[in-house]
């Protein structure tokens, strides 16, 4: 494992992270840490991965939100009805 395969392994579960909070400010993530290999120029190699198993509810937080399986609602077609003006 290389020191940049250990930092985008945290990158992404943060980005992952960000993504849900945007509904849900308080949620916690139960990540389970595990691996995945990748290409490199000296062969298949080992990375790490977070997955995200669940989400809890964080403090204040009434309900938990969905799963990181779930699928994600389609907007309504007046949400995308906008103009932008130049």
């Keep these: 494992m290389s020191f940049g395969s250990c930092v985008r392994a945290v990158g992404d579960l943060a980005n992952e992270i960000a993504k849900v909070r945007c509904a849900h400010p308080d949620a916690i993530p139960l990540i389970s840490l595990s691996s995945e290999m990748m290409p490199t120029k000296m062969g298949a190699r080992p990375k790490p991965y977070f997955k995200v198993?669940?989400?809890?509810?964080?403090?204040?937080?009434?309900?938990?939100?969905?799963?990181?399986?779930?699928?994600?609602?389609?907007?309504?077609?007046?949400?995308?009805?906008?103009?932008?003006?130049?």
Excluded: C, Y
């Excluded at 399986?69 to 007046?78: K, N, Q, R, T």
């Design 53 to 86: 198993l669940d989400w809890r509810p964080g403090k204040g937080e009434g309900s938990a939100p969905p799963r990181a399986d779930a699928a994600l609602p389609s907007p309504e077609p007046a949400e995308l009805d906008d103009e932008v003006t130049f």
